[in-house]
C-alpha cells in the first residue's frame, strides 16, 4: 500500500518569510497525483495545490510551489511571502489511478507577525 | 452553489447506538468519499462511489455502511457505534473520468460516541 510520509509536525515562519514543508511517498506505481491541501481552525479541506506525475514541470500556483522529484519520490511545497491566514495544518496526499488517497500524517506550520 | 454539505455537524452518540451521516454536493460529481480524521494522524479512506448505486471499501471500512441511492448524496452508517468510532468525519466529491483526481471536501461532522 501507498504511504505518504511528513516528517516535519510542526513548523514556523515570520510573515513575508519563505516556508518549505516536506512530503515523501512510497509507490511502485508511475501514474498518480499529488496534492497538498490546507486545513485551518476551521477543519474546511482547502486543496492549496496539485501535481500529476507524468508531468516533469513543478506546478506553481501564486505564493505556493512544489519541488517534484519523482525519482527521491519527493514533494516539497514552498510557501513565498508567507502571511498570517496561512496558519494552517497542511497535508500530503497522494492518489493513484484505483481512487486510492492516501494522506500524510500533517504539518502544523504557524506564521508568526 | 453550496458546494459539499455534512449533516449533521457534531453528534454525541451511546455505545451501540445507531446513526446515518448524509453528505450532499450539487456539482454533479460522479465520485463520491468518506474519511474519518482521528489526533495526529491524516485523512484515512473509509468508503467512497463512484457513480449513483455503486459503492466501495477503502483503507478503513469495518463498522461502516453506505449507500449512494441518488447521485448528489452519499450516507454513511453506523449501525453500533463504538468509541473507537470517536472522529471527525469528511465527506468528498470529485468529478469522474480523467478529471476525477481533485477531492472537494466538505465541513465535517465531529463524532463522539460514549
Known amino acids: 500500500a501507498q504511504t505518504v510520509t511528513q516528517s516535519q509536525p510542526e513548523m514556523s515562519v515570520q510573515e513575508a518569510e519563505t516556508v518549505t514543508l516536506s512530503c515523501t511517498y512510497d509507490t511502485s506505481e508511475n501514474n498518480y497525483y499529488l496534492f497538498w491541501y490546507k486545513q485551518p481552525p476551521s477543519r474546511q479541506m482547502i486543496l492549496v495545490i496539485r501535481q500529476e506525475a507524468y508531468k516533469q514541470q513543478n506546478a506553481t500556483e501564486n505564493r505556493f510551489s512544489v519541488n517534484f522529484q519523482k525519482a527521491a519520490k519527493s514533494f516539497s511545497l514552498k510557501i513565498s511571502d508567507s502571511q498570517l491566514g496561512d496558519t494552517a495544518m497542511y497535508f500530503c496526499?497522494?492518489?493513484?489511478?484505483?481512487?486510492?488517497?492516501?494522506f500524510g500524517a500533517g504539518t502544523r506550520l504557524t506564521v508568526k507577525p | 452553489n453550496a458546494g459539499v454539505t455534512q449533516t449533521p455537524k457534531f453528534r454525541v452518540l451511546k455505545t451501540g447506538q445507531s446513526m446515518t451521516l448524509l453528505c450532499a454536493q450539487d456539482?454533479?460529481?460522479?465520485?463520491m468519499y468518506w474519511y474519518r480524521q482521528d489526533p495526529g494522524m491524516g485523512l484515512r479512506l473509509i468508503h467512497y462511489?463512484?457513480?449513483?448505486?455503486?459503492?466501495a471499501k477503502g483503507e478503513v471500512p469495518d463498522g461502516y455502511n453506505v449507500s449512494r441511492l441518488k447521485k448528489q448524496n452519499f450516507l454513511l452508517g453506523l449501525e453500533s457505534a463504538a468509541p473507537s468510532q470517536t472522529s471527525v468525519y469528511f465527506c468528498a466529491s470529485s468529478y469522474g473520468g480523467h478529471r476525477q483526481e481533485t477531492q472537494y471536501f466538505g465541513p465535517g461532522t465531529r463524532l463522539l460516541v460514549l
Open positions: 496526499a497522494f492518489k493513484d489511478n484505483n481512487n486510492d488517497m492516501r
Open positions: 462511489s463512484v457513480g449513483e448505486g455503486t459503492t
Open positions: 456539482m454533479n460529481h460522479e465520485y
